[in-house]
């Protein structure tokens, strides 16, 4: 089972109240991670902890503005 641990956007292509709509339309959490050096180029809505997803890889959305950090299933 596949589960969406991270939901990032593009800072290039997205600001980040447009991102809190996209997710919000979407049905995701639109709460903002923060700042991290890590995601310098993306703005990054966690949506759950990383310790409770198993291993993680990610997804592209057709236009590459949107990363989604998937998990395999329960860690």
């Known amino acids: 089972m596949s589960i969406i641990q991270?939901?990032?956007?593009?800072?290039?292509r997205w600001t980040k109240a447009e991102a809190r709509v996209?997710?919000?339309q979407h049905g995701f959490n639109p709460k903002?991670?923060?700042d991290n050096?890590?995601?310098k180029n993306y703005h990054a809505f966690r949506q759950r902890d990383p310790r409770l997803v198993g291993r993680m890889y990610?997804?592209?959305s057709?236009?590459?503005g949107i990363l989604f950090v998937v998990g395999s299933g329960p860690a």
């Open 32 to 34: 903002y991670k923060g």
């Open 6 to 12: 991270s939901v990032r956007f593009l800072k290039k």
């Open 58 to 60: 990610t997804r592209k």
């Open 22 to 24: 996209w997710l919000i």
């Open 62 to 64: 057709k236009d590459g």
């Open 37 to 39: 050096p890590q995601y």
